[in-house]
Each structure stands twice: as C-alpha cells, then as structure tokens.
C-alpha cells in the first residue's frame, strides 16, 4: 500500500484528533503534522506492534499534543500579561509627563520656532533634519532656531 493509498484512508482519523483536541486555529499546520506522524507510523510500524490503526493513532496524537505544548510556549513568551503591559505603559507615560514638567520653564523662555526644535529635540528625540522635513523648512532654518535657543537658554 503506497502512503498516499494509506493517507486517503486515515486521513478522516486526523481530522478526528483535530476535533478531539479542539484545534480551532493553524487547522493546516495541524492537518501537516499529522500527515508526518502518519508517514513516520508507516515506517515505524512493525507487525509485531499489533494493529497499525491504534498504532497511527497514538503516533498521531502524539506529535499533535507535542505541537500544542510547542505552540503554547511560544505564545506564552511572545505574551505580555496584561496587567504588567498597562503597567508598563502608566510608568512609561509618567516618566514622560515629569520630563514634560520638567522642561516646561525652558521652553516659556523661547519664541514659536525656538519651542518647535526645542520639544522635537528632547522629548521627541528627532534630529535637525527630521524636524526641518516634518515641519517643510531647510535644515539651516532649523539650525538657526537652534542656536537662538541655546542662546536664551544659556542667559
């Protein structure tokens, strides 16, 4: 019997470990791994074994369960818990609004143009030419905004 002869026959038996262990996502990654665990029962199987069916059948299982374990652990590291997340990101937000708080009398000391390279450089960590694309000025425009700043900031 070739393996295609032979898949054609159990193949309703992996399906029906699909169902049985509730493999509702990644069904073809699924439905490969038990083509494999059906090709390697094939050449495993010896009649001495008894029976292939049930042979196939806990192969199957196996290298299905086997999978889940694999594919579970991934997700777990891959996941970040929920409540450390928006943790995370309330401390993260704090941070920023006490530097915010902090620069704030700094930037009261500057003109329009003086406030817009002053916040992009040190809270938003962008460079003179980042700042002169976003805001569509020249580079030398953003330079001068620049060094009045540094100006006023050092009187």
């Known amino acids: 019997m070739t393996f295609e002869e032979r898949y054609e026959q159990f193949q309703p038996m992996i399906f029906h470990m699909m169902r049985k262990l509730h493999i509702r996502r990644d069904r073809d ?51 970040v818990k929920s409540d450390e997340y928006w943790q995370m990101n309330l401390e993260a937000i704090h941070d920023r609004l006490l530097e915010i708080d902090m620069l704030m009398p700094y930037a009261e000391l500057l003109t329009d143009h003086q406030k817009k390279w002053f916040w992009h450089t040190f809270i938003d960590e962008l ?29």
């Open 29 to 79: 990654l699924y439905e490969q791994e038990g083509r494999i665990a059906l090709w390697k029962a094939t050449q495993r199987y010896s009649p001495e074994n008894g029976e292939f069916a049930p042979f196939a059948y806990q192969l199957i299982r196996g290298h299905m369960l086997d999978l889940m374990r694999k594919e579970n652990k991934i997700a777990e590291r891959e996941t």
């Open 127 to 155: 460079s003179v030419r980042e700042i002169a694309e976003l805001h569509q000025v020249s580079i030398s425009a953003v330079k001068k905004w620049k060094g009045g700043a540094l100006r006023r900031l050092r009187e």
